[in-house]
Each structure stands twice: as C-alpha cells, then as structure tokens.
C-alpha cells in the first residue's frame, strides 16, 4: 500500500499542471474575445518565468496580428476578388453590377505604402508571438484546455466582438464532416440541426507552443518575401479587386465592354493577364529577402523541438499532434514511430535544400535550382520568368536534387495523404 502511494506521488509530481489560474485568465480571455488586449499582462507575467503566461502572450500577440490585419481590411473594404463567372463557379456574393461587394459600407482609400505598412505590422506581430511562444515550449510543464473555435475577435474594428465573430463557422463545418467527435457533456452547445456539436477542444502544451511558434515563420515568411519586393506596379495593376471601392488606380474601370463574355467577366480577365504581366518584382531589400531565407531555416528547427518535446510527454489530453504512445483528438489518424522518424529525416532534406547542399529540381534544366542563392544573391523575382526557365538561371549549378526519389521514404510512409501531414507535422 505505501509502496501505491508512493507511485502516486510520483505520478502526480511528473504530470502537467491543470486548471492553474493563469490558464484559467487565457481560456476566460480568449472566449471573450480579450486576447490581445491582455497580451501585455501576460507577456509581463511571462518575463516573470510562468510559461501559461508566456502561451497565453504568444497566443494574443497572434490574436492580435489577425484582428488588425482583418480590421484593416475592412476599414478599406476588402473582398475576395471575382467576376460573375468566377461568382457563380465559387459563391461569392456579389452586388447588381457582378462585383463583390464590401462588408463596409463606407471603405476609407487606401494607398500602396499603407498596404505595406499593415503588412509590415503583421510580421512584426507574428515575430513577437514567436518569441513568447518559444519560452512556453521552454519552461514548465502545463496543459490548458482551450477549443480554438470559441475564440472570439473583433474582426471589423468596431469595438465590440459579436457572436459571429468566432473562427468557428468554415472550421465547424469541416470538423462537423465527422473529422471530430461530439460529446454529451461540458460547454459543447448543440448545432443548428440539433445534434451534439462536436468537441474541438484541445490540450495545449509545451510541444504545441513550438509547434505555434513554427507556424508564425510558416504565415510570416512569404509575408516578409514579398515585403522585401517593390509591388507597386501589380498593386496598381490588380489590388482594385481586393479593394473595390478604396480608390485604387483602375477601380473606376473593373466593367469595360464585351470582348468575349460580359462586360464585368473580360474586364475581371484583362485584369488577371495584367496581374501575370506585373509579377516582376525589383528586390527592394536584400537583406530582409535573405532573412527570409533565415525565417524557413527556423521552421524544420521548431518541429525538431516539437517533437522532443512531445516524445518526452508522459500524458495523453486532447492531444493536438499525439505522439506514437497518445491518442490524436482527431479519429483514424494515428502517428507511429516510422512517421516521426521519416518526418525528422525529411527534415533533414528540408535543411539540405534551404542551405543549397540540395538542389530544387526545375523542369526545364538538367541542373538544379540554389534556393540558397536565390535568397541571397537576387536583385528581382519575376515569377513568369522562373518558371518559364530564363528567371533561374543565375541559380542553377550542378549538384544532387530534391527529387522523388530523394524524399521516396516519405512518400512511401505518407502516402497520398503526405500534404496533410505536412500541415498537421509542421
């Protein structure tokens, strides 16, 4: 009997924290929609040494970044671009004259260096966010149990967070298809059709703090990519569809005359041609295109600390990415140890290309392409010319390549699911 309670005693003392009260602040925070306002308190409790603070900051500087983007395109009245074929293939709303229209009623201008200015903004958010999200993954144990879709923001700026203004509309969808399953009791409300809403909540952890902070230089490396390129010419060639009503240069002409379709359609494709013509971008700074190069080196070296630290976890709660020992929150999809194995030696790959010991494969050249040089060396992208061939020759040089059979271990271990594992690994 003592021999029992000595075991646990163990047990418990090696066991994540639960219910702590910092956790309890960010589940509390993140239902109503106070995130980013409090990412400061937890960012100064973090500098204390708590790592849920430190969670919780990384967690609302994120919050943070997607609220002011989203914010910002609305004060401009951004829509997702279309013309009425488009619309009808896709299900975009649109207005009388078959251009979509914007959820602002009263769009303010917006010019080419704001654009860049809220892009800028983002990153800068997103770096932050990574930065107490790897001293979360580097302290103390801790889970805390959040459902991610409960989030609420304040999309449009307005102040207030309505009830829709949640990520759980497409993502519900998507896990209602029977990606998760329902449960009878706790928070999880009850679904339009009157079926148990399924639960998405998951145990964060030490693991899924790096996993968070891989996925910032994920969101912000093509970001920055393009934020080291002047753009000005697509932006006035294109960006009137994005902001139709923002007082872009060709806003007054998105319906010309007929051509093949309909006015509003060959207009909606002469733009999508001058699009394709203007993506030639001068690089504006070189140094912040090679830091690109740095921000995707640090991604295969997060998911190298995700994994130690999911294999070094003794618990199995609500496990966002479960290790070959824990159960996965979503059903049929296990992770065995050859898919972690594989995973880490396709990491190593991902090192060899970003360091040009391994070569990208191009389908026009016997050589292959330096990712490496490209980064550091480019003075334009013109992604017309890279692809057609005269664009990357200035990268290639002889030397293995990154082709199929280089990755054939995981193509073999992931099958044809390997994007989704891609996504889902990080």
Request: aromatic residues 10%; negative net charge.
């Amino acid at each position: 009997m003592r021999k029992t309670w000595i075991a646990l005693g163990l047990s418990l003392l090696s066991a994540p924290a639960f219910a702590s009260e910092t956790g309890d602040a960010i589940v509390s925070a993140a239902y109503d929609g106070q995130l980013s306002a409090s990412r400061q308190d937890f960012a100064a409790t973090c500098e204390a040494g708590n790592s849920e603070a430190c969670f919780g900051a990384g967690l609302g500087e994120l919050v943070f970044a997607y609220e002011s983007l989203s914010q910002a395109m609305y004060r401009h009245g951004g829509v997702a671009p279309g013309n009425t074929p488009a619309a009808l293939i896709f299900g975009l709303g649109l207005d009388a004259p078959g251009q979509p229209t914007p959820a602002n009623p009263d769009p303010e201008p917006l010019t080419y260096d704001q654009f860049r200015s809220y892009l800028d903004a983002t990153v800068a958010s997103l770096d932050t966010a990574r930065s107490h999200f790897e001293k979360a993954g580097e302290g103390e144990d801790y889970v805390i149990l959040l459902d991610p879709l409960r989030l609420r923001f304040d999309i449009d700026g307005d102040g207030t967070v309505g009830e829709s203004e949640t990520l759980s509309g497409p993502a519900l969808e998507a896990f209602a298809m029977g990606a998760m399953p329902a449960v009878e009791d706790g928070h999880k409300s009850k679904d339009k059709s009157g079926s148990v809403a399924p639960d998405t909540s998951v145990g964060f952890d030490r693991a899924d703090a790096f996993w968070l902070a891989g996925y910032t230089q994920v969101t912000a490396s093509p970001v920055d990519w393009l934020l080291a390129h002047d753009f000005t010419e697509f932006y006035n060639a294109y960006f009137h569809r994005f902001f139709p009503e923002a007082g872009l240069p060709m806003q007054d002409y998105m319906t010309g005359g007929v051509l093949f379709l309909d006015g509003n359609s060959d207009a909606g494709i002469a733009d999508m041609v001058a699009a394709i013509h203007t993506l030639r971008f001068p690089v504006a700074d070189s140094e912040r295109l090679a830091g690109v190069l740095d921000r995707l080196k640090s991604i295969p070296a997060l998911s190298r600390k995700n994994w130690d630290a999911i294999l070094a976890e003794t618990d199995d709660n609500r496990e966002l990415l479960p290790s070959p020992s824990q159960t996965s929150i979503i059903p049929d999809l296990t992770v065995t140890q050859e898919m972690v194995d594989t995973w880490r030696d396709t990491l190593d790959g991902v090192d060899k290309v970003l360091a040009g010991e391994l070569l990208l494969p191009h389908w026009r050249f016997k050589q292959g392409f330096d990712l490496a040089a490209y980064f550091n060396t480019a003075k334009e992208t013109d992604l017309v010319l890279l692809l057609t061939g005269q664009g990357a020759v200035p990268y290639l040089k002889e030397g293995p390549i990154a082709d199929a059979e280089v990755f054939a271990e995981a193509n073999r271990v992931f099958g044809d699911d390997w994007p989704m594992f891609a996504l889902w690994f990080n």
